[in-house]
């Protein structure tokens, strides 16, 4: 699942890529003011779609999941002692 799900962010990554690379060289500076304006916006989300999913290729929140992932085991171990404690108690009475 992993792997299938990788593939589609480097899919996307390439769509978004040559989207861009095709969609440069036809933006001019040179054009009235709400035209570059449009132009530079649409050049940011590009790069901000590309960053995104270079970031999750590269896999940057992989060991902040497994750190999270150690925290909500500890919490459920923890929660789980608190339980038997309690029962046990309810035993004794």
């Keep these: 699942m992993r792997k299938r799900n990788k593939f589609k962010h480097v899919l996307y990554l390439i ?53 999270l992932e150690a925290v909500r085991k500890a919490k459920l171990k923890m929660w789980q002692e608190k339980w038997d404690e309690k029962g046990r108690a309810a035993q004794r009475l």
């Design 15 to 67: 769509l978004a890529l040559v989207m861009l690379l095709y969609a440069l060289p036809r933006l001019s500076p040179d054009g009235p003011a709400p035209v570059f304006v449009f132009g530079a916006l649409w050049v940011a989300f590009a790069l901000l779609v590309i960053a995104a999913h270079l970031h999750f290729i590269i896999g940057v929140d992989e060991e902040k999941a497994k750190r």
